[in-house]
């Protein structure tokens, strides 16, 4: 008979994978476990970053934006999208994955022209040692926006109030605010008059017919503008009739 060899060592271990920090036992031949708990391990999910939106795109709907203010001014609201695209050197295609309908693409060139409107105000608060002189700069500045021949736009039909809008016209209105005050401040602008009062006159004298020929008239808006600025000049020299106009009175009206 051949040699037989004998385990010394104990009973062979069972294999135990991953068991959970409960304290049981590993399972072997005297002390079977009746359960064995395991941990099982998952992968940490992958955080996706949101997408960007690509530079060229970006370029596409400012060019876009550009466009259509120009041709806003110039033409009237009923300018087609096509039209539009064509200046802009983009398909129909873009335009509508931009702006899939037009009350859509009215709502952000009104905004851009706001939001510049503001840049204007805040560069002219900053660089300006005058307080009159920043309120003249601003004034000439908002005039060549041409955010008054954007305000036929808003029909009666668009969403005056859609959030958007109402945080590009506050800003506005509160720059407006601070350099009339400082002016005022100042002793250099007339106290009997509102931020009202110059959004009308800037609206009135800078909002030529749509389609005639408006940016022909610029040395006209300009040397009004002025003549309007220097009645604004403190010591008064007349008595105004009415009183000042507010940001509310406007939006009533």
Request: aromatic share 6%.
């Amino acid at each position: 008979m051949g040699r037989r060899w004998r385990n010394n060592r104990g009973p062979i271990p069972r294999l135990v994978l991953c068991p959970s920090e409960t304290g049981t036992r590993s399972p072997d031949r005297d002390h079977p476990a009746p359960h064995q708990e395991y941990a099982v391990q998952t992968a940490t999910p992958v955080q996706r970053r949101a997408s960007r939106p690509r530079a060229d795109a970006l370029r596409n709907r400012e060019r876009i934006v550009t466009a259509a203010r120009e041709m806003f001014v110039e033409f009237g609201p009923d300018v087609p999208f096509d039209e539009i695209a064509r200046r802009a050197g983009v398909g129909n295609a873009t335009v509508y994955r931009n702006f899939p309908d037009r009350d859509a693409l009215v709502r952000e060139v009104v905004c851009s022209v706001m939001d510049r409107t503001s840049e204007v105000a805040e560069q002219a608060l900053a660089e300006e040692a005058d307080p009159f002189e920043a309120l003249e700069r601003f004034t000439h500045a908002a005039a060549d926006e041409r955010v008054s021949a954007l305000c036929p736009m808003l029909s009666d039909t668009f969403d005056k109030h859609h959030p958007d809008l109402e945080a590009a016209r506050r800003r506005v209105e509160r720059l407006i605010e601070e350099l009339m005050d400082r002016a005022k401040a100042a002793g250099t602008l007339r106290p009997d008059v509102g931020v009202g009062d110059l959004m009308v006159a800037v609206a009135q004298l800078s909002r030529p017919p749509a389609g005639t020929a408006c940016f022909s008239a610029d040395r006209f808006v300009h040397r009004h503008l002025q003549l309007f600025l220097d009645g604004l000049r403190a010591p008064a020299r007349s008595t105004l009739p009415g009183t000042a106009v507010t940001v509310e009175e406007l939006r009533q009206s």
